[in-house]
């Protein structure tokens, strides 16, 4: 573990690092090392300073015992940078109708999350996605048409999609 934290450099949160880039040479780097993921745990919060520190602080005092693939996860949603956003924004703009299962389930990840970060209004993320949608998607009350301002609710907060086969 002590290898691995002098290899790494730290991570604090700013914009101008890429959290998605850091975490993948620290899981390549801990991969390497054959760290455990409890070790691959200790040695990611000995490795951040600054602002994701202090996050990882609070963070770690609401969910102890957390795995090392969700803690990661974690850091990576709060410490998205503006120019992961916007590449996900050009995602779901310039993407055709949805092809696949694969195409569906990443647009709808990818939606969600910007709605949960609150990095686009509901309105202009359900104006791109849902006409893409609307061949191959049933909610669970009926299927989705045409769109309409009340499909907002439907998309976003629905757990359970029924995908008609595409």
């Given at each position: 573990?002590?290898?691995?934290?002098?290899?790494?450099?730290p991570f604090d949160g700013n914009e101008s690092q890429d959290i998605n880039n850091w975490l993948r040479d620290f899981k390549l780097?801990?991969?390497?090392?054959?760290?455990?993921?409890?070790?691959?745990?200790?040695?990611?919060?000995?490795?951040?300073?600054?602002?994701?520190?202090?996050?990882?602080?609070?963070?770690?005092?609401?969910?102890?015992?957390?795995?090392?693939?969700?803690?990661?996860?974690?850091?990576?949603?709060?410490?998205?940078?503006?120019?992961?956003?916007?590449?996900?924004?050009?995602?779901?703009?310039?993407?055709?109708?949805?092809?696949?299962?694969?195409?569906?389930?990443?647009?709808?990840?990818?939606?969600?999350?910007?709605?949960?970060?609150?990095?686009?209004?509901?309105?202009?993320?359900?104006?791109?996605?849902?006409?893409?949608?609307?061949?191959?998607?049933?909610?669970?009350?009926?299927?989705?048409?045409?769109?309409?301002?009340?499909?907002?609710?439907?998309?976003?907060?629905?757990?359970?999609i029924f995908v008609l086969p595409l």
């Open positions: 573990m002590a290898i691995a934290t002098k290899i790494i450099a780097i801990t991969l390497a090392g054959g760290l455990s993921s409890v070790d691959k745990s200790r040695t990611l919060i000995c490795c951040l300073r600054g602002n994701a520190l202090s996050w990882a602080s609070s963070f770690m005092d609401k969910t102890p015992s957390i795995d090392f693939d969700r803690l990661c996860a974690a850091i990576e949603s709060r410490f998205a940078s503006k120019r992961n956003i916007s590449k996900i924004l050009q995602k779901i703009f310039t993407l055709p109708q949805v092809k696949s299962i694969e195409e569906l389930n990443q647009l709808i990840r990818d939606a969600n999350y910007l709605h949960e970060k609150q990095y686009l209004l509901t309105e202009a993320i359900c104006d791109a996605v849902i006409p893409k949608l609307l061949d191959h998607v049933y909610f669970p009350t009926r299927k989705v048409r045409k769109y309409t301002r009340k499909h907002i609710h439907l998309f976003l907060s629905f757990k359970e």
